[in-house]
């Protein structure tokens, strides 16, 4: 679907100043942002996986964008301009750009400007993972940054990075999904499922023999 037709949907009769979330993925775009999000001043979130971007060179000014998802796209480093996101967003706390086709650590220099960012995404950027002490470059370059792929500073090594384990890898430091919480809530509703279940069991024995008595 057309960006703008997605965009238009997602509004819905909402004036551009109330919106705060959009997701547009799998919208078909012209490789950039192109100012179409010039007038939703408030959005806070906005996701943009799989919509053929290629620059961040038009990104408009979203000052309280906290989280930014551009997964799946086809970012490279010779025309990604992500200064113009730092400047444009300077709230931003969550960067999500995995996915894409990165290969020079330095293409990210830019973010040292961005004074609120807490985490940035890079997995399955395989040119990066090639590169040693890639990890420990991006927790030096952007002072404010804690988590890196999932994964909080303090699994911040260089040998981590020659094993590759922060590229679509978990490990036991790496946050997912699913959390332990919803594993319970999950173990209990299949419980309950089974509780009910045997009910309705114990339920039919009871009626056939009753039948049978009679």
């Known amino acids: 679907m057309n960006i703008k037709e997605r965009l238009r949907i997602c509004k819905g009769k909402k004036k551009d ?10 919208s078909i775009t012209k490789g ?3 100012g ?15 919509c053929g971007l290629v620059s961040f060179e038009k990104f408009p000014k979203l000052p309280r964008l906290l989280y930014l998802d551009v997964s799946n796209n086809q970012f490279t480093d010779f025309c990604l301009h992500i200064n113009i996101l730092v400047k444009n967003a300077k709230s931003l706390e969550r960067l999500i750009i995995e996915g894409n ?25 395989h040119g990066l993972g090639e590169l040693k002490g890639y990890r420990k470059f ?3 370059t952007i002072p404010t940054l804690k988590i890196l792929n999932g994964c909080e500073s303090h699994s911040n090594s260089d040998e981590e990075d020659e094993d590759g384990d922060f590229f679509g890898i978990e490990d036991e430091h790496c946050y997912s999904d699913t959390n332990e919480d919803s594993i319970s809530d999950e173990k ?4 309950e499922h089974v509780e ?16 049978e008595s009679s």
């Open 17 to 26: 100043v109330d919106v705060i979330i959009l997701y547009l993925n799998n």
């Open 32 to 34: 950039s942002f192109g």
């Open 36 to 50: 179409l999000f010039a007038t939703f001043t408030n959005l806070t979130t906005l996701h943009m996986v799989n």
């Open 101 to 125: 086709n990165f290969s020079n650590i330095n293409t990210f220099s830019p973010l040292k400007k961005a004074t609120n960012l807490i985490e940035i995404d890079l997995s399955f950027c």
């Open 138 to 140: 991006l927790f030096e």
């Open 188 to 191: 209990n509703e299949d419980e």
């Open 196 to 211: 009910t279940k045997m009910d309705d069991e114990d339920d039919d024995i009871q009626i056939i023999a009753y039948i």
